[in-house]
T-cell receptor, first 112, second 117 residues
């Protein structure tokens, strides 16, 4: 069993839709949870960062962590074609500056 | 914001040759850098943690004699793929540990695509 499971997609939604991306994990010791966005042939870019359970909102993006279910989500409101990318969930035991375990990424396409 | 660059952005080489990839922190000093490998449609896998002035720490299953890492300065880490073979073809990405706005995190470089013929 992988430590982090993520549906690879692809996921295609119309512009303006709400997008929901999810990951599950097996190691209950993870404390730091991150979402990265990766455009084709580029390095990942940190989008959201949360510690422990709860919600965090940043503009059109909301990250949710449910440690009891070992489940994390990223919601994108009012999706734009420029949001088309691969979204990677990631988690760490100590901080986002230490060893990060990545999900396999979900490829998202926003149709104009 | 913190900027990490990689050079070259892509490289094609013959089997058996060695390839060096550079990772630079452009506007900050990085005592710790990380090297990842990403195969098509797969996730990033950490290969090693590189600390300035000391030996790199390799993840289980990564051959340290094949993937030589040197972190000789606070702004440069290099990864050398020695005697490269077609199965080493992959996307290699580095990151640097950085402290921004009281948050310690990693900033990633743009990646280097390696194709071994």
């Amino acid at each position: 069993q992988k430590e982090v499971e993520q549906d690879p997609g692809p996921l295609s939604v119309p512009e303006g839709a709400i997008v929901s991306l999810n990951c599950t994990y097996s190691n209950s010791a993870f404390q730091y949870f991150m979402w990265y966005r990766q455009y084709s042939r580029k390095g990942p870019e940190l989008l959201m960062y949360t510690y422990s359970s709860g919600n965090k909102e940043d503009g059109r993006f909301t990250a949710q962590v449910d440690k009891s279910s070992k489940y994390i989500s990223l919601f994108i409101r009012d999706s734009q074609p420029s949001d088309s990318a691969t979204y990677l969930c990631a988690m760490s035991l100590y901080s986002s500056a230490s060893k990060i375990i990545f999900g396999s990424g979900t490829r998202l396409s926003i149709r104009p | 914001g913190a900027v990490v660059s990689q050079h070259p952005s892509w490289v094609i080489c013959k089997s058996g040759t060695s390839v060096k990839i550079e990772c630079r922190s452009l506007d900050f000093q990085a005592t710790t850098m990380f090297w990842y490998r990403q195969f098509p449609k797969q996730s990033l896998m950490l290969m090693a943690t590189s600390n300035e002035g000391s030996k790199a720490t390799y993840e289980q299953g990564v051959e340290k004699d094949k993937f030589l890492i040197n972190h000789a300065s606070l702004t440069l880490s290099t990864l050398t793929v020695t005697s490269a073979h077609p199965e080493d073809s992959s996307f290699y990405i580095c990151s640097a540990r950085v402290l921004l706005a009281a948050l310690e995190t990693q900033y990633f470089g743009p990646g280097t695509r390696l194709l071994v013929l």
